[in-house]
């Protein structure tokens, strides 16, 4: 009942906006067009709409000012050298082609070096380089098969007769056999292909691959001590980007050893709380990890509702480290939010939930729709939230409540929803100041580490070419607040993050131009 008055209050909102932007025609009409009214107008425009855009409320601080000349110079600089040569903007490209050039662009560098908060939106499976999970088959015990012109790997002490099984140590000792094999496993592992344009010709294709090499490296990364490793390096390569906590999106997958044992879901998630806990130790300054318990949007009712019972019990066992519940996948092809709603309803009141919703280019269809059940479903935070900008009472609703966007660019572009970032939806969203985070959803599997390349994609090519250090500031500060962590916790974190900032910022103030 409160949500429907607060969605009828939105409407209200609504009503009166428009009123005061018709009578703002009406007083911009009334000055006429003498010159000295007509560029004061203009200017009070633009000084809105910056104060309005992603960070543009707040004052500079400290030396931030300084350091802020060195970014925006930079960024300058590359923008207006795409504004004449627009093959060389990059974020137009797509990023399977444009990564290693981006790697050179000095902005890119400074954004490495950012104090950049959280990452709130990311696959466990897909968090690490592919690179460190190619390494990971030159383990001991790891055996290859081909089925229906397919490599599957696997751990054994001593395999099965399932399968045609070939210890891959002894084949990569013949050297006519180790070039081929070597590459098919390098390129089952990843999206970056040449063309991409052509290869993934539309959002099927994209997610078609994009599950293949989830099948592919699950039993890699599903083998113990090579998942202990997988969810340590996951967490370093963040912590190396200046990440300082996760919120990690799981199915929280069936580790076995050589012996053949598989751990249960309680295990599971004791094995990645210890790790955690390990890396805490490694590393004082990083703050965590807690896991978003993620099943698949198109299983069965039954299956849906047995992984909600299970995350209550993982949530009442593990409470500091299960942040909530979601549902992922394709949503053009999954079942809608409003398929589990009357349960899910029942459970909102207990359960934190971070939804994937709107991850899509179509309007009036279930899956767009799903922006609504998310909101009527007190979700906490919205996946991708791609479609948003066509339900505004939704979006109302969002600013008004506080509920951030998850952001993902570069997944969305490889994935087939946008081609040049600067048409991104997003755009809008920090233009009008909505509670949005940038995250980075599946980075191994499109060559990316971490964080810095989307806030790169984002800061270049979906914000204003105006936006400045405040607005990444912002970002940053948002990736906090907005996390599942506690009012103690979010305020400690801030205490740590604001000491990074300070140092960044006096670092960049001191870089020659």
Known sequence: MNLLLSLIHDLTIMKVNVVLFISSIAFVSSLGTTTPNYWVLRNRILQDEEVKSIGGDLPFEGEEFIANERLMFHKKTEISKAFLNPDEFLPARNFLEAFGDIEKSKVFQII??????????????????????????????????????????????????????????DLRKNRNVAQSINDRISKAMTMIVENPQEVYS??????????????????????????????????????????????????????????????????????????????????????????????????????????IDKVVELKRDFPDFIAGFDLAGQEDKGKALRSWAERLNKLKTQMNFFFHAGETNWYGTSTDENLIDAVLLNTKRIGHGYAILKHQNVLEYVKRNKIAIELCPISNQVLGLVKDLRNHPGS?????????????????????????????????????????????????????????????EIADALKIWRSKWIDFVNDLKNEPN
Request: glycine share 6%.
């Open 428 to 488: 809008v969203l920090f233009a009008e100041g909505v509670p949005v985070v940038v995250s980075n959803d599946d980075p191994g599997l499109w060559g990316s580490r971490a964080l810095s390349y989307d806030f790169y994609e984002a800061f270049m090519g979906m914000m204003s070419s105006n936006a400045d250090i405040r607005a990444l500031k912002q970002l940053a500060i948002n990736s906090i607040i907005y996390s599942s962590l506690g009012k103690n």
């Open 112 to 169: 490495q070096k950012l104090p950049k908060g959280a990452v709130l939106h990311v696959h466990h499976k897909a968090m690490v380089h592919a690179d460190w999970i190619y390494n990971a088959t030159f383990r001991d015990n790891l055996y290859v098969c081909e089925n229906n012109g397919k490599l599957l790997l696997h751990f054994f002490r001593t395999p099965p007769r399932s399968c045609n099984w070939h210890l891959l140590e």
């Open 202 to 307: 539309h959002i099927d294709v994209g997610w078609n691959k994009f599950e293949e090499i989830f099948d592919f490296v699950t039993p890699v990364i599903g083998y113990r001590p090579v998942a202990e490793d997988h969810f340590y390096q996951g967490l370093k390569e963040s912590y190396d980007d200046n990440v300082l906590y996760l919120e990690i999106k799981t199915g929280i997958p069936k580790l076995y050893d050589l012996d053949g044992r598989q751990y249960n879901d309680h295990e599971v998630v004791d094995i990645f709380e210890k790790v955690t806990q390990r890396f805490k130790k490694d590393h004082p300054d990083f703050i965590g990890a807690k896991l978003i318990y993620t099943k698949g949007r198109m299983l069965s009712d039954a299956k849906v509702h047995g992984y």
